[in-house]
């Protein structure tokens, strides 16, 4: 048996923009977890999860022994994984072999109810590294993450990865993405998985590097339900840019410039300033609603956040916003006792999540 966990993840800052190749945004894994089991079985795959309902996916090879018949809803994270590996497999001459994968999450509650905290991510990692374990393939890490984009987007074309960077790496992230259009088209001309994992060209835009966590700056993390789908979000934005509803240069610029801050407060280890560019960048995301006219910080959101900034902290929409978490960064001198209460009295839900921490280097 293999089991493999992944962590969950939140956005800092940098949400939207970093859809764009290139446009850095900053991350943090939690500590909240998804783990694949996975065992070898006979003849045919199976797929246990709670998000299947009660019955199993069943997957079989079909013919030429690589290509995957499944019976499930075609938009599916764990079988765009098993789909790629099995055509890692093959080309490097690795025999074919039959698993059972079980899926145990702790990112939504107990009635199945999402936080927004990166399941889709966390399954996305942690199957591409049970089945890495499984055929021996020997992924360094980073090779893992791009494999686990290459998978995402055959699932969701828009999709940044932000999120699958951190549940790979862990700790605090930068991060900006490849232009995952130019990897779709890559995966299906019929170039290798071999030479595409390796074509810089191809993922050229990606950037991953750790950050230096704050040192006296406490994550809160704030949930206040209704949330909104991610995918909706980003296309509605992308709409209206190319309705010209707003200036994207402009946005693109103040979303870099706040997330340039806040990079440069955490390397100089000065937690006033990383709080002050999480107020800048709580700015350039209202103003992009405001843009576009879609609710990204919803009304429980702004609540969210303004009371952390009356009590001595900087809060903020996390992700695509429209519901689901806020986050803070809490100095000291912060009333932490205020916040809570403030968020209780509008029925936010106060998530004890903390930071998952560093996993190693970005390049292994
Ligand atoms: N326990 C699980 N087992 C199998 N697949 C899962 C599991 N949890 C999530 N997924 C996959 O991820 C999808 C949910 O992704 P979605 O982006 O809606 O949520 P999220 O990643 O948790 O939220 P967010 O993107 O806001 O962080 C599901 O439809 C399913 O395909
Ligand atoms: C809006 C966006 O930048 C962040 C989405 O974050 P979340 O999955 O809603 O937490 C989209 C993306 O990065 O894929």
């Known amino acids: 048996m293999i089991s493999v966990s992944a962590p969950g993840k939140l956005f800092v800052a940098g949400e939207y923009a970093v859809v764009e190749p290139g446009q850095p945004a900053v991350l943090v894994a939690v500590d909240r977890y998804l783990t694949v089991h996975l065992r070898e079985s006979v003849e045919a795959g199976t797929v246990h999860s709670p998000e299947y309902g009660r019955l199993p996916l069943v997957w079989r090879r079909d013919g030429d022994g690589v290509a995957i018949d499944v019976e499930h809803h075609p938009y599916d994270y764990v079988m765009s994984v098993i789909t790629l590996v099995e055509r890692l497999r093959a080309e490097r001459g690795v025999a074919p072999r039959f698993f059972d994968l079980r899926i145990d999450s702790?990112?939504?509650?107990?009635?199945?109810?999402?936080?927004?905290?990166?399941?889709?991510?966390?399954?996305?990692?942690?199957?591409?590294?049970?089945?890495?374990?499984?055929?021996?393939?020997?992924?360094?890490?980073?090779?893992?993450?791009?494999?686990?984009?290459?998978?995402?987007?055959?699932?969701?074309?828009?999709?940044?990865?932000?999120?699958?960077?951190?549940?790979?790496?862990?700790?605090?992230?930068?991060?900006s993405a490849p232009d995952r259009a130019r990897l779709r088209a890559r995966l299906d001309d019929g170039t290798s998985l071999t030479t595409l994992l390796a074509d810089a060209e191809a993922w050229e835009g990606l950037s991953l590097r750790r950050l230096t966590p704050p040192a006296a700056l406490r994550l809160?993390?704030?949930?206040?339900?209704?949330?909104?789908?991610?995918?909706?979000?980003?296309?509605?934005?992308?709409?209206?840019?190319?309705?010209?509803?707003?200036?994207?240069?402009?946005?693109?610029?103040?979303?870099?410039?706040?997330?340039?801050?806040?990079?440069?407060?955490?390397?100089?280890?000065?937690?006033?300033?990383?709080?002050?560019?999480?107020?800048?960048?709580?700015?350039?995301?209202?103003?992009?609603?405001?843009?576009?006219?879609?609710?990204?910080?919803?009304?429980?959101?702004?609540?969210?956040?303004?009371?952390?900034?009356?009590?001595?902290?900087?809060?903020?929409?996390?992700g695509a916003g429209g519901g689901d978490c806020g986050i803070v960064l809490a100095p000291d001198t912060a009333d932490v006792g205020r916040i809570m209460q403030g968020w209780e009295a509008h029925d936010i839900r106060h998530l004890a999540i903390s930071v998952h921490p560093d996993a190693g280097g970005v390049d292994d």
């Open 106 to 175: 702790q990112l939504d509650d107990a009635s199945g109810r999402k936080f927004g905290l990166g399941s889709s991510a966390a399954v996305t990692v942690a199957t591409v590294r049970a089945l890495d374990g499984f055929y021996g393939l020997g992924l360094t890490r980073r090779a893992a993450f791009q494999l686990a984009l290459l998978a995402t987007v055959r699932v969701a074309p828009t999709a940044s990865g932000g999120d699958l960077a951190a549940s790979t790496f862990g700790g605090w992230i930068r991060y």
């Open 220 to 318: 809160l993390v704030g949930w206040t339900g209704s949330p909104a789908s991610t995918e909706r979000l980003v296309d509605q934005v992308q709409r209206r840019h190319r309705a010209g509803a707003y200036d994207q240069d402009a946005f693109l610029a103040e979303s870099r410039d706040a997330v340039d801050a806040l990079t440069a407060a955490l390397d100089a280890g000065d937690d006033e300033a990383a709080a002050a560019a999480l107020r800048t960048a709580r700015g350039v995301i209202r103003r992009l609603g405001a843009a576009t006219g879609l609710a990204i910080e919803t009304d429980g959101l702004s609540t969210l956040a303004d009371v952390a900034e009356a009590a001595g902290a900087a809060g903020k929409s996390s």
